[in-house]
């Protein structure tokens, strides 16, 4: 079985930071894309920045130039560096596993972690 665990959220003043981290774990042999959604409360899920095991990144338009996706492939991890926070990226954010290929198996599947609270106030 794989899993998938985001850490790192908080509450952060408007203008501040957070890291947001995404650990896979399980009989994983490789990963083609990991990627972070949020969800805000009356809001659909969004995506907000994924990057492939190639390190190919892409971004929404709202966060482009204030956050940076990043990977370690040997870790199976990924990291979502988010600066310049703004109230209205207040949101639980998401982690997902795209294309995990799993040992003995013959398709990749997809896996989501339950998701982590950030909320920018003052």
């Known amino acids: 079985q794989v899993q998938v665990a985001e850490s790192g959220g908080g509450l952060v003043q408007p203008g501040g930071s957070l890291r947001l981290s995404c650990a896979a774990s399980?009989?994983?042999?490789?990963?083609?894309?990991m990627g972070w959604y949020r969800q805000a409360p009356g809001k659909q899920r969004e995506l907000v920045a994924a990057?492939?095991?190639?390190?190919?990144?892409n971004y929404a338009d709202s966060v482009k130039g204030r956050f940076t996706i990043s990977r370690d492939n040997a870790k199976n991890t990924a990291y979502l560096q988010m600066n310049s926070l703004k109230p209205e990226d207040t949101a639980v954010y998401y982690c997902?596993?795209?294309?995990?290929?799993?040992?003995?198996?013959?398709?990749?599947?997809?896996?989501w972690g339950q998701g982590t609270q950030v909320t920018v106030s003052s």
């Open positions: 997902k596993a795209d294309g995990v290929l799993v040992a003995g198996r013959w398709v990749r599947d997809d896996y």
């Open positions: 990057i492939t095991k190639g390190g190919n990144s």
């Open positions: 399980g009989s994983i042999l490789s990963i083609n894309v």
